[in-house]
Nanobody
Framework: QVQLVESGGGLVQPGGSLRLSCVAS????????MRWFRQSPGKEREFVAS???????TYGGAVKGRFAISRDNRAKTEYLQKNSLKPEDTAVYYC???????????????WGQGTQVTVSS
């Protein structure tokens, strides 16, 4: 069984910073791309950032230049450093990863349970 668990959410003032973490655990053979998405009330889930095994990264337009995604392959962990936060960044943030479980031939997509980030004064 593979699990993704996010942490690091909370309340932060506009202009502040926050770092989210997502740890993958279970019977994992390898992890390919890792990603972050977010969803605000009444809106569709939005792509935030992705990172490959070799740390090539891609960002959604709303966060480019303010957020930075990184990963530690040995720790099976991805991070999202969020700077210059705005009220519109308020959302539940979900991590996502392409994981090949042990004993399985193909990569499968897994999601974390989400962590709330609220940007407010």
């Amino acid at each position: 069984q593979v699990q993704l668990v996010e942490s690091g959410g909370g309340l932060v003032q506009p202009g502040g910073s926050l770092r989210l973490s997502c740890v993958a655990s279970g019977h994992i053979f390898s992890i390919n791309d890792m990603r972050w998405f977010r969803q605000s009330p009444g809106k569709e889930r939005e792509f935030v950032a992705s990172i490959t095994w070799s740390s090539d990264s891609t960002y959604g337009g709303a966060v480019k230049g303010r957020f930075a995604i990184s990963r530690d392959n040995r720790a099976k962990t991805e991070y999202l450093q969020k700077n210059s936060l705005k009220p519109e960044d308020t959302a539940v943030y979900y991590c996502n990863a392409e994981v090949k479980p042990k004993g399985v031939m193909e990569y499968r997509t897994y999601w974390g349970q989400g962590t709330q980030v609220t940007v407010s004064s």
